[in-house]
T-cell receptor, first 115, second 107 residues
Framework: DTGVSQDPRHKITKRGQNVTFRCDPISEHNRLYWYRQTLGQGPEFLTYFQNEAQLEKSRLLSDRFSAERPKGSFSTLEIQRTEQGDSAMYLCASSPTALDGEKLFFGSGTQLSVL | GEDVEQSLFLSVREGDSSVINCTYTDSSSTYLYWYKQEPGAGLQLLTY?????DMKQDQRLTVLLNKKDKHLSLRIADTQTGDSAIYFCAENWDMRFGAGTRLTVKP
């Protein structure tokens, strides 16, 4: 078990460019979450997958954001036409199906800087 | 809307107990969680409590839950320098997080 893996660790882009991040969850976990964290704040929920189905999206996820999990394994988060306000740490987490609460395992995140 | 609230900073001496407090928002939350974040690392689940419990102990960690006041606390006994980190409380399946409490442990 190598844990939740995110790629890249850091991304610097210019305003208006598109970026894509990848998350590889722990292999037997069927739930996958994306969060955004800005400096001095806690993570903010963006979206959630149960296997390949995207079951919930936050109102924070504008139409410039899209997430996929095509085969129920890895997931991608794409931001189109990036804005400076998109600069943040993007965290991915996975969890197994559990009867006693959601136990999220987080990756180390992708730090996005939009210049 | 309401936010999960935590005090931002706590400083203790090594060997003392630390108490980190949190006020959550949703009285129907089934589980409440404490996560730890060390510099440059992802969040790590420390412990959690089911809403029908008022206390849970796990080694040096004690979680207290007051449902009436929607208040959650995390007590760390015999705090060590390695406990220095940011501690987040979270509620609900979608994990609404507080802003985090930065714990500094002085030798």
């Amino acid at each position: 078990d190598t844990g939740v893996s995110q790629d890249p660790r850091h991304k610097i882009t210019k305003r208006g460019q598109n970026v894509t991040f990848r998350c590889d969850p722990i292999s037997e976990h069927n739930r996958l979450y994306w969060y955004r964290q800005t400096l001095g704040q806690g993570p903010e929920f963006l979206t959630y997958f149960q296997n390949e189905a995207q079951l919930e999206k936050s109102r924070l996820l504008s139409d410039r954001f899209s997430a996929e999990r095509p085969k129920g394994s890895f997931s991608t988060l794409e931001i189109q036409r990036t804005e400076q306000g998109d600069s943040a740490m993007y965290l991915c987490a996975s969890s197994p199906t559990a009867l006693d609460g959601e136990k999220l395992f987080f990756g180390s995140g992708t730090q996005l800087s939009v210049l | 809307g309401e936010d999960v609230e935590q005090s931002l900073f706590l400083s203790v001496r090594e060997g003392d107990s630390s108490v980190i407090n949190c006020t959550y928002t949703d009285s129907s939350s089934t589980y409440l969680y404490w996560y730890k974040q060390e510099p440059g690392a992802g969040l790590q689940l420390l412990t959690y409590i089911f809403s029908n419990m008022d206390m849970k102990q796990d080694q040096r960690l004690t979680v207290l839950l007051n449902k009436k006041d929607k208040h959650l606390s995390l007590r760390i006994a015999d705090t060590q320098t390695g406990d220095s980190a940011i501690y987040f409380c979270a509620e609900n399946w979608d994990m609404r997080f507080g802003a985090g409490t930065r714990l500094t442990v002085k030798p």
